[in-house]
């Protein structure tokens, strides 16, 4: 089975005698938990059946002009693509997480902006293996284990603390980062911008603020080295992405150096693949305006009033917006399709019970380094976010 707890995707999570073999913790608690807290098909506070559920939500996103269709990213890419066809079909706005998570990092590869590789090659052939501002020991725990620092990989078969250089830029001392010893770096880092400039000081010979020559020195000795960026990075940036794709540009003039995004939902590089594949824009976008843009973030539409209908799609926005974007959730009308019970389905006018992608439907998702996975699930549920969605846009 394809464990789809986390962006990794694992596929080696195996069952005997009712035990799941190989998940971590995450994995167990998502495969193990997934009959638990399943939420209900209801309209306006009453429960009713899965068709009643779907006619109510088509009559409202059939009443209003300014929809938002958000989430998506634990959806299969079959279901995403059935929902871009929806938001089209309604020229509506259509987001996922990625618009506050890691969607720059995923455009610059689509756009080919910056080197990628996939994990089996790292596993493989990496030796500097660089963390960015995240910590996979929560995000992505077996990250470390199954793809990355321990595992011998077939040029790089002498073991972690001979054959690998564990870089981790943090700005605390994370889990990760107190794995940093022997053939390792620690960086605690205040300003991403100007550890940047340390890094292009650093290949010039010159003296900078802080000490990264020693890296690139490891860096120059191996023919595969990457780096891992996650949210810290993301934010540390301020917008200015262009800087570390300078960075890795300039390292690649004398070493290879691979950039792959770290820690984000099971399928969200789906969404953003799937969505550029269909209008070369990978979320915050408008069919009605036709482009992508800030302000078509789900977060600031719902600030600025901007929509009075939002299908909310595996996700929970009440518990996890500030309070300032929430709050205005009250005020507008709320479908909300989910495998469980979240505190936005409670106030939503339609709340509709779709399966686990992955254990309940097969499908395919897109792992972090954009690799496709078939999904093979040990359960079967008919109403999945497919069946829901189609049933949707026919009705439109
Ligand atoms: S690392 Fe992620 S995909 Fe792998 S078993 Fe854990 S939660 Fe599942």
């Not at 300003?191 to 490891?218: C, H, M, Q």
């Not at 897109?366 to 497919?386: C, H, M, N, T, Y």
């Not at 969605?389 to 009705?395: D, Q, S, T, V």
Request: with cysteine.
């Amino acid at each position: 089975m394809i464990c789809t707890g986390c962006s990794c995707l694992c596929d080696d999570i195996e069952f005997e005698n009712g035990k799941i073999l190989n998940a971590c913790e995450k994995g167990f608690r998502h495969i193990s938990g997934y009959k638990e807290r399943r939420a209900k098909n209801i309209v306006n506070g009453k429960e009713v059946d899965v068709d009643t559920a779907i006619d109510k939500a088509l009559e409202i996103l059939k009443s209003t002009k300014k929809a938002v269709i958000y989430g998506l990213d634990t959806s299969t890419v079959e279901a995403q693509r059935i929902a871009i066809k929806i938001s089209e079909k309604l020229n509506c706005y259509i987001d996922d997480n990625s618009s506050f998570c890691l969607g720059e990092f995923v455009e610059a590869i689509l756009k080919k902006e910056v080197p990628t590789s996939t994990l089996e090659e790292v596993r493989d052939k990496a030796y500097v293996i660089l963390y960015w501002g995240t910590n996979p020991y929560h995000s992505l725990p077996r990250h470390m284990s199954k793809f990355t620092y321990y595992p011998r990989g077939s040029k790089r078969n002498r073991g972690y603390d001979e054959d690998r250089f564990l870089v981790v830029i943090d700005v605390r001392k994370s889990e990760v980062a107190k794995l940093a010893k022997k053939n390792a770096r620690f960086i605690k880092v205040e300003n991403d911008i100007e550890l940047i400039e340390s890094f292009l000081k650093a290949i010039e010979g010159k003296a900078s603020k802080y000490d990264v020559a020693g890296i690139l020195r490891e860096m120059k000795r191996a023919d595969f080295n990457v780096i891992f960026g996650g949210l810290g990075l993301k934010y540390g940036l301020k917008g200015n992405y262009s800087y570390l794709y300078n960075l890795i540009k300039k390292i690649n003039e004398f070493t290879p150096l691979f950039f792959i995004p770290a820690g984000f939902h099971s399928n969200m590089r789906g969404f953003n693949e799937t969505l550029f594949e269909e209008v070369r824009a990978i979320n915050k976008f408008s069919f009605l305006e036709k482009k992508s843009s800030p302000s078509f973030a789900f977060s600031e539409l719902v600030k600025n009033e901007n929509v009075d209908v939002a299908m909310i799609v595996g996700t929970d926005p009440l518990s996890s917006l500030p309070y300032e974007v929430s709050r205005k959730l009250l005020d507008m009308k709320k479908i909300v399709i989910d495998p469980r019970e979240t505190i936005t389905a409670k106030i939503a006018e339609v709340s509709i019970c779709s399966a686990f992608s992955g254990i309940e439907t097969e499908g395919e998702m897109v792992r972090s380094d954009g690799i496709r996975v078939k999904l093979s699930p040990i359960d079967k549920s008919e109403i999945d976010d497919v069946y829901i969605f189609k049933k949707i846009l026919e009705g439109l």
